[in-house]
């Protein structure tokens, strides 16, 4: 199943919204920042309240509204950052640029955001997927969507009416074991490597861990209790995780890049490396020193 395949359903599902006039609003052509203001202009548009994925957008909006080769997110962070640092309003720039380039992007079908470098975690994907009556996978196609077509707020809209309409609720003591799961040190990666060793559903091994928690136990204890062998059993079997199973965030991702000194498929299996180790805790303390770095 393709992005372009689910169109028709986020049309139903998507009813709420209008599409607007689906013209191109050209973007002016600005020179990029100097080595010395690129960095300020990058962090003035997340510390905005911009996301990656509406870098993403934007970047592609540019090249289509220029007809020229699509800058990167990175080029359009810092072409939007200036304009926000250099007295632009949030709100007028997600009204002169960014709604019309969500608008343009759902009236051609255009979809650039990914559920892997989003804010969400499986778990919301799993609701989701309830919710909407698809598979997980499905599930996470139409994250994308929803992102490139409407941005973060709207998932966040589908969450909380799936979780007012009990879409979810096996049980309140399941949906709670979950929500304690989510909120704990543990990790996708910690659910992954033990979901192989229990031999259990990867969503059942969630609840089963949050219980854990509810009960009390410390992340040392369930360390010491099943996370230690279920390593050991992965490293015998070449099981091993990804990046995303450290549910980093991908501008936390950056950030680390940028601390870490490497690229950014470097660090991603590096911060992989560190989840299959249950060592993310200390990727996490990193990130407010993270957060300042220039490079």
């Not at 592609?60 to 309003?89: C, Q």
């Not at 799936?162 to 399941?174: F, G, I, K, M, P």
Request: charge should be negative; charged fraction near 20%.
């Amino acid at each position: 199943m393709t992005a372009r395949l689910t169109i028709s359903r986020l049309v139903v599902l998507f009813s709420l919204w209008g599409v607007g006039s689906g013209c191109f609003r050209r973007v002016p052509s600005e020179p990029l920042p100097g080595p010395n203001q690129a960095e300020d202009y990058a962090l003035t548009f997340y510390n905005n309240g911009f996301s990656f994925c509406d870098a993403q957008v934007l970047a592609w909006y540019i090249g289509a509204s220029h007809g020229v080769e699509e800058p990167t997110p990175y080029e359009a962070k810092l072409r939007f950052g200036g304009k926000l640092a250099n007295g632009m309003d949030p709100s007028q720039l997600d009204k002169l640029y960014l709604s019309p380039a969500r608008d343009a992007a759902k009236l051609n079908g255009v979809v650039v955001c990914d559920y892997y470098a989003s804010e969400f975690n499986y778990g919301n994907a799993e609701v989701l997927a309830q919710y909407w009556g698809v598979s997980v996978d499905e599930a996470k196609i139409l994250i994308g969507e929803v992102l490139t077509w409407g941005g973060a707020d709207e998932v966040y809209e589908f969450l909380k009416v799936a979780d007012n309409q009990h879409y979810v609720r096996e049980s309140d003591q399941t949906f709670t074991a979950l929500d304690v799961f989510w909120s704990s040190p543990l990790t996708s990666c910690d659910a992954e490597l033990v979901a192989s060793f229990w031999g259990m559903d990867f969503y059942d091994t969630k609840v089963a861990l949050g219980q854990k928690v509810m009960m009390g136990m410390q992340r040392s204890d369930i360390e010491a209790s099943v996370l230690a062998s279920a390593r050991e059993n992965a490293r015998s079997t070449g099981q091993s995780c990804e990046f995303w199973g450290s549910d980093l965030s991908l501008d936390e991702v950056e950030q680390l890049s940028c601390f870490f000194g490497l690229g950014l498929g470097e660090t991603k299996t590096k911060i992989a490396g560190y989840a299959f180790e249950g060592r993310v805790s200390e990727l996490r303390a990193l990130l407010p020193e993270a957060a300042t770095c220039t490079r």
